[in-house]
């Protein structure tokens, strides 16, 4: 007797979990093209209709004539490769639709519509739709599971049969290659995919090669899964997938990091956070917020989850947000892109100034390329300090920034000295790579200088 469940059992298990445990609504592929509620040909892979009906809900202030100009916007795709299209359309997602509409008397605004609302979830639409259809350049595909928001097809899902050896994760992996090659247009708006047998589950983007696939191993930031005692695919969909992380995820943990090294062609590579990234990022914002007292600490799960001091038991303004520990190789410089990016962002911290903190010139240069590299998540250019009076011009703004520096430039200009205040300002947050050497002892080591 086979014990082992077969692939459209595990399409439903995924379905059941998304509509019960996430609140997605459930459709089926085929009855969008041709059951009686039809909604699109199998050349479009966009749910217009949906699309059309969230742009006017999230952006009622916006003109008619404008919100129909920046639907026709999404449609349209360039004649670039994949890999620019999907990051133009990141930017559409993240950064609003541009558009100039008229105000009367020969005057002109310009305004953006927004496909998502980041803010409120509710105010979105989220569709799962299984044995999805897509025709293109005369090849017919059909995907397992598509996750819609908005109309928009954001995640790719391909599910094998643990029980075949043929058809493992690896073998979901190599099926979303040939879907990208031969369907490019269902990837156009992806966000990011996931693989998984059943058993084992992953997450990565379009440029991630099969390592880089990486588990979502909590559905609560609390618990770990064991994968020897249990599937990975429920925590994965309760953990990543629901509405509010989702969200989150595509507008705070996605990088699209350019490097001269890179093995893509254009030099680009589109990068997922890690589950691990995305809870410390979340609770060090949440540290920060507080140590700053510009604002009461985001509502978030509490580090006393895990029998350590919460925030919440520490004094407000207290200007400490704390330590966030990396094993190496665990992708320390990225989590430090993530939260810049994300407090970046973040109102109650009225547009930061961010100083990032080595303690050797390498390391600083190295560090500085990584955040000049991921522009697009920081909204603007990372600059470096040449020396102490530069570094006291870089931190006398009013607001925003990001300032790379060596500790050593906080060395006061005469023996013994103090170095001089340079801001009483409460939203400066120093981002301090390898803490442990320069941090250690802020008494009688070089900290005292900061």
């Known amino acids: 007797m086979n014990n082992y469940i077969t692939e459209s059992e595990i399409e439903q298990i995924a379905l059941d979990t998304l509509r019960d445990d996430t609140g997605y609504l459930i459709l089926y592929g085929p009855d969008l093209t041709e059951g009686y509620a039809k909604e699109r040909e199998y050349s479009e892979v966009i749910l217009q209709e949906r699309l059309r009906q969230a742009i006017d809900r999230l952006n009622p202030d916006i003109p008619l004539v404008a919100r129909e100009e920046a639907f026709r916007k999404v449609l349209r795709t360039e004649a670039l490769t994949l890999a620019e299209n999907n990051e133009a359309f990141h930017r559409l997602l993240t950064e609003g639709v541009d558009i100039k509409f008229s105000i ?32 293109e350049n005369n090849t017919t595909k059909r995907l397992d599971i598509v996750l819609f928001i908005n109309g928009l097809p954001l995640v790719a899902i391909e599910l094998k049969n643990a029980a075949n050896k043929d058809a493992d994760v690896q073998a979901a992996y190599r099926q979303l290659q040939t879907y990208k090659q031969v369907i490019p247009s269902l990837f156009t708006p992806n966000a990011f995919m996931v693989i998984s047998d059943g058993w084992f589950a992953k997450a990565g983007t379009l440029s991630s090669e099969y390592p880089r696939f990486m588990e979502w191993k909590t559905a609560d930031g609390v618990t770990l899964v064991d994968p020897a005692q249990e599937s990975e695919l429920e925590p994965l969909i309760k953990g990543l997938l629901n509405k509010t992380t989702i969200l989150d995820v595509i507008r705070h943990f996605i990088v699209f990091e350019k490097s001269k090294g890179s093995s893509t062609s254009l030099g680009v590579v589109k990068k997922l956070a890690a589950y691990h990234q995305y809870y410390a990022v979340n609770r060090a914002i949440e540290s920060t917020i507080r140590a700053s007292a510009e604002a009461p600490p985001m509502i978030r799960q509490s580090p006393e989850a895990y029998g350590l001091p919460g925030v919440r038991s520490q004094s407000p303004g207290d200007q400490r947000a704390g330590v966030v520990w990396h094993t190496q190789g665990s992708g320390k410089s990225l989590s430090m892109v993530f939260f810049a990016g994300k407090l970046i962002l973040a109102e109650a911290m009225n547009n930061p100034t961010l100083v990032v903190l080595t303690d050797r010139n390498d390391l600083d240069q190295q560090l500085f390329e990584t955040f000049t590299n991921c522009q697009q998540l920081l909204r603007q250019t990372p600059v470096q300090a040449a020396n102490r009076d530069d570094l006291k011009k ?14 050593q430039k906080f060395l006061p200009p005469d023996s013994g000295g103090q170095y001089p205040r340079l801001s009483d300002r409460r939203n400066i947050v120093v981002i301090a790579d390898e803490a442990h050497r320069s941090q250690y002892d802020f008494i009688d080591g070089f900290a005292r200088h900061m």
């Open 104 to 135: 009367g008397e020969g005057k002109a605004k310009t305004d953006k519509v927004w496909l998502l609302d980041f803010d409120r979830p509710e105010q979105n639409e989220f569709v799962a739709v299984n044995q999805f259809t897509v025709i």
């Open 394 to 407: 870089l931190l006398a703004v009013a607001s925003g920034g990001v300032v790379f520096t060596t500790i």
